[in-house]
């Protein structure tokens, strides 16, 4: 059979579809940094527009599999989310 042929392929999809599934997901706030700390210090009330990003067109905050935040990170966003909403920046839920 030809080293080339459609099996070889095959076999290169299959290493890639599993190199996707093993890597670990960096949520975007850490994303290429050693330390969360440099990345979570983004993370701020006053800024409306980057917060819109995770929440739903109502106000409800995305869960952590949606919005792709690691546990800090998210814990971080849903403080900001709730404070600026204190600061009537952003609506309130209902
Ligand atoms: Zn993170």
Excluded: H
Aim: with cysteine; charged share 30%; hydrophobic share 30%.
């Amino acid at each position: 059979m030809a080293p080339n042929g459609p099996t070889r392929q095959k076999a290169k999809d299959k290493k890639k579809r599993l190199k996707k599934l093993t890597e670990k997901a960096q949520c975007r706030w850490c994303k290429g940094l050693k330390t969360c700390e440099e990345g979570l210090a983004r993370i701020d009330w006053k800024n409306v527009d980057q917060l819109q990003r995770f929440v739903t067109p109502q106000g409800k905050l995305f869960s952590r599999k949606r919005s792709g935040n690691c546990s800090r990170s998210q814990s971080l966003v849903k403080a900001a989310v709730k404070y600026a909403r204190q600061m009537s920046l952003m609506p309130y839920v209902g």
